[in-house]
């Protein structure tokens, strides 16, 4: 802020901290508009991979239709736990420039519980032998003529009832720690508490490490073990580099649009855009450090179980999305992120979070889609055509302007910013140094 502005705080109930009407009015178009487009991504899904939809011979995927549903959960819940992590870590360190975008955040972490509820078609899954992971196939291993001594030491954690108990212990501690922060958080605005402060910096810690856990087995289970032979170490924190920094992206995206809409103008200055700035340009190096190690590891090592998860990824399209990958999720976005002259226009660097997550998809979808393809060493992966890439994206455009209209709609009901947070001062009158 300029030297010479009075720092104010605004009166709680002041219209700058609640949600603009012109944003308000979208939460029944999105939740009903990107319902249909879920439901019609996932039926076009289902009939691309039927063959019905395409022009080739005997090669259908009878895993489309469910991949394309779980790749887009996988984007939102990403973006959704990277959220969370970011409150985590904001209370952790005691941070005062974050405070008064720390709100957006708390709005897209408590969409943790619909996200449990979206999780559902997916444990459904496990009731159709190899309609998504092929380990519910009783004979898969023999039909690849994969090593059964192998296998068999995975079958006591890769079976249905374990695999739901997981997920229940994952959404479990997720939905507890968003509650807990979220409740906490929007109580304060009301009571205005010191404590409240006090009790979710100490419970930080703890919550930091149990999220780390659950995230890291949460990828193993519902990414890696869709080609269940494969495993690398890294997969983990390959995933959450990649929602961490999609997180940081749509906070800023959405913190850009709550003030073009009319409210924070004052509060959220160019000095908090600098610092989210910082982060995405910091993240998009770390989740290019992350898949660079896990490749190159892989890659040293030469061992088949591990490469030919790579391997597959190297033909048909999903060679040209590797590429991308690189250039257009890496390259563009390091070196536009780099000038502080970029980070400190707002609208500029709202358009490259945007862009950084839409790329962010791209590598999701490249990490899900290609075991979509029939069973057998020799299938190349195929995205399904036209129609195939469609249905992705309208599976994935519809669940995120559901869960959009549904962040809208609590958002209505809420402040969009902690008013009565004691680091509030503190954030309003931040500079960078």
């Known amino acids: 802020m300029s030297e010479h502005a009075a720092p104010v705080v605004k009166p709680a109930d002041d219209p700058a901290f609640q949600l603009p009407a012109s944003l308000a009015s979208l939460q029944l178009p999105l939740m ?46 990403t973006i959704v ?40 078609p997916i444990v459904f899954s496990l009731f159709f032998e190899g309609s998504l992971y092929v380990w519910t196939i009783p004979d898969f291993a023999e039909r690849l003529h994969l090593d059964e001594s192998m ?24 939905i507890a720690m968003a509650l807990f922060y979220w409740r906490g958080s929007t109580g304060q605005d009301e009571t205005g508490e010191r404590a409240a402060t006090d009790r979710m910096q100490y419970w930080a810690g703890p919550c930091v490490m149990l999220f780390s856990l659950s995230l890291t087995f949460a990828a193993f289970d519902w990414g890696m073990s869709l ?53 995405i340009f910091g993240f998009v190096f770390f989740w290019t450090y992350i ?47 780099m000038s502080r002259h970029v980070r400190r226009r707002p609208g500029l660097l709202a358009c490259w979070a945007a862009y950084i997550l839409v790329m962010h998809f791209v590598d999701i979808y490249w990490i899900i889609m290609p075991e979509a393809r029939a069973l057998g060493h020799e299938v190349v992966p195929t995205a399904g055509g036209v129609l195939g890439v469609l249905a992705s994206v309208l599976c994935v455009v519809g669940m995120g302007s559901l869960v959009l209209g549904l962040i809208l709609r609590v958002a209505g009901g809420n402040r969009v910013a902690p008013v009565r947070d004691p680091r509030l001062m503190e954030s309003i009158v931040f500079e960078n140094i």
């Open 151 to 174: 296998w068999n030491t995975k079958k006591s954690f890769l079976n249905g009832p374990f695999f739901v108990i997981r997920a229940v212990i994952y959404f479990g501690i997720w």
């Open 32 to 77: 009903s508009g990107g319902l249909f487009a879920l439901v019609v991504g996932v039926g076009l899904a289902f009939l691309v991979g039927s063959g019905g939809a395409l022009d080739q011979g005997s090669n259908v995927m009878p895993r489309f239709g469910f991949s394309a549903y779980l790749t887009a959960f996988m984007y939102v819940l």
């Open 227 to 279: 080609a269940p032979m494969w495993f690398s170490t890294m997969f983990g924190v390959y995933i959450f580099a990649g929602g961490i920094l999609a997180a940081h992206c749509a906070i800023t995206l959405a913190t850009y649009l709550l003030q073009r809409a009319g409210a924070l103008r004052q509060e959220v200055t160019v000095e908090h855009y600098h610092d989210l700035g910082k982060y």
């Open 291 to 337: 898949s660079f190690s896990q490749y190159l590891l892989i890659w040293y090592g030469n061992i088949p179980e591990e490469t030919e998860w790579f391997f597959s990824r190297q033909r048909g399209i999903f060679g040209y999305l590797s590429l991308a990958l690189i250039f257009l999720h890496w390259m563009l976005p390091f070196v536009g992120t």
């Open 81 to 120: 736990l990277g959220s969370l992590f970011f409150v985590l870590i904001q209370h952790l360190v005691r941070a005062g420039w974050s405070v008064v975008v720390r709100r957006v955040a708390e709005f897209m972490m408590i969409m943790v519980i619909p996200m449990a509820i979206l999780f559902i």
